[in-house]
């Protein structure tokens, strides 16, 4: 794969311009304790690029709070690590564009000093089902708005966030960028 340059990201960590380096994950719906049994059979899966952050230098965070499903945690964010985005999967051949993906895009990042204990939890996945004892997390994956191209928040092909007030979002691409209207 070649690099992908210059990608804008912002999160709720702040923005920054990043290069797509390589796939280095794929990752599967999957049913966690029977919360969504139609998940495994989703269209929808995130790849992972490993990426490097180019501007601004990132500054790690100490002591950063993290609240989900699975409890609540403090952990270290050490540096961004993955950029994970909504495609499609097709064991014969190239599969078709996501057409309006649900699922958003995510910036990951590597947690240090992070620790927990979950004894045990279900995943159905299209593989077969797995019961885990989570220990320690590696990363924290929060939502993120891509704006490749030299996008310009605000501009047609926006995100939902951008939107005045008593406008709308209409989704108009594969990377959930919408226009406001």
């Known amino acids: 794969?070649?690099?992908?340059?210059?990608?804008?990201?912002?999160?709720?960590?702040?923005?920054?311009?990043?290069?797509?380096?390589?796939?280095?994950?794929?990752?599967?719906?999957?049913?966690?304790?029977?919360?969504d049994p139609s998940a495994p059979a989703s269209e929808e899966h995130l790849v992972g690029y490993r990426l490097k952050q180019r501007t601004p230098k990132f500054a790690p965070l100490k002591r950063v709070q993290i609240a989900n499903q699975l409890g609540t945690i403090t952990a270290d964010l050490a540096r961004p690590e993955y950029l994970l985005v909504p495609s499609a999967?097709?064991?014969?051949?190239?599969?078709?564009?996501?057409?309006?993906?649900?699922?958003?895009?995510?910036?990951?990042?590597?947690?240090?000093?992070?620790?927990?204990?979950?004894?045990?939890?279900?995943?159905?996945?299209?593989?077969?089902?797995?019961?885990?004892a989570i220990k320690r997390p590696e990363r924290l994956c929060h939502g993120v708005r891509p704006w490749l191209f030299g996008h310009v928040p605000g501009q047609e092909g926006g995100h939902p966030d951008d939107c005045s007030p008593g406008e709308t979002c209409q989704v108009q691409s594969s990377f959930n960028n919408c226009g406001c209207e």
């Open 1 to 35: 794969m070649r690099v992908i340059a210059n990608v804008d990201l912002t999160d709720r960590f702040g923005p920054g311009t990043v290069d797509l380096l390589e796939v280095r994950r794929i990752c599967n719906p999957a049913d966690k304790n029977g919360e």
């Open 89 to 132: 999967k097709s064991r014969a051949g190239t599969p078709p564009p996501l057409v309006a993906p649900t699922v958003d895009h995510f910036k990951c990042y590597r947690v240090r000093r992070a620790r927990t204990r979950v004894p045990a939890v279900h995943v159905d996945d299209q593989f077969g089902s797995l019961d885990l």
